[in-house]
């Protein structure tokens, strides 16, 4: 069964930064893409970032593009959300999802950025 | 960008009866394999979505045959069968054939 489990989330003042981190079970990792997906509360899905099986292509949204740096660690099964320069608008649920086309979902963490 | 445009935004449905949401593209999802990216996801209340077809037309493991998906080239529909209780929710249409993935605005599904 495939497992996502997100984790990082929290409260941060505007212009800080927080490390997601989405730990993976259940699948082969390594043959993989991964993407994260954001819903703000009360609205709908917004796609963020992806990241190739190997690390070697990343995708970003215009909206946090120079901000935010997706990465992985094959050996712990493990894909990254660094975000830098954090602003209001990122409040957001952030998901954690296999694949390019999103077969599976994580449960999310909740970032809010506020002071 | 491509943009997805879903209709409606608020589907109310007696139970047992039909549903029909539409999702329209502003370029065509056809990618350069043949192949045509677009996917259904589900948002039930509280919950974490979940895809439910993939590919146009391909139900995902786990996933009711109530639920069906057809189109083509930018024009695309998820049908429900006979509405039950717990497809209460929201439900998204995604590209997965152009960069950036980009998704429709969401249509909320609920029981009259």
């Known amino acids: 069964e495939v497992q996502l489990l997100e984790s990082g989330g929290g409260l941060v003042q505007p212009g800080g930064s927080l490390r997601l981190s989405c730990a993976a079970s259940?699948?082969?990792?390594?043959?993989?893409?991964m993407s994260w997906v954001r819903q703000a509360p009360g609205k709908g899905l917004e796609w963020v970032s992806a990241?190739?099986?190997?690390?070697?292509?990343?995708y970003y949204a215009d909206s946090v593009k120079g901000r935010f740096t997706i990465s992985r660690d094959n050996s712990k099964n493990t894909v990254f959300l660094q975000m830098n320069s954090l602003r209001a608008e990122d409040t957001a649920v952030y998901y954690c999802?296999?694949?390019?086309?999103?077969?599976?979902w994580g449960q999310g963490t909740l970032v809010t950025v506020s002071s | 960008d491509v943009v997805m445009t879903q209709s409606p935004l608020s589907l109310p449905v007696t139970l047992g009866q039909p549903a029909s949401i539409s999702c329209r593209s502003s370029?065509?999802?056809?990618?350069?394999?043949?192949?045509?990216?677009l996917n259904w996801f589900q948002q039930r209340p509280g919950q974490s979505p979940r895809r439910l077809i993939y590919?146009?037309?391909n139900r995902d493991s786990g996933v009711p045959d109530r639920f069906s998906g057809s189109g083509s080239g930018t024009d695309f529909t998820l049908k429900i069968s006979r509405v039950e209780a717990e497809d209460v929710g929201v439900y998204y249409c995604?590209?997965?054939?152009?960069?950036?993935?980009?998704f429709g605005q969401g249509t909320k599904v609920e029981i009259k």
């Open positions: 259940g699948f082969t990792f390594t043959t993989y893409a």
């Open positions: 990241i190739s099986y190997n690390g070697g292509d990343t």
């Open positions: 999802a296999m694949n390019w086309n999103l077969d599976h």
């Open positions: 370029q065509s999802l056809v990618y350069s394999d043949g192949n045509t990216y």
């Open positions: 995604m590209q997965g054939s152009h960069w950036l993935r980009t």
């Open positions: 590919k146009v037309s």
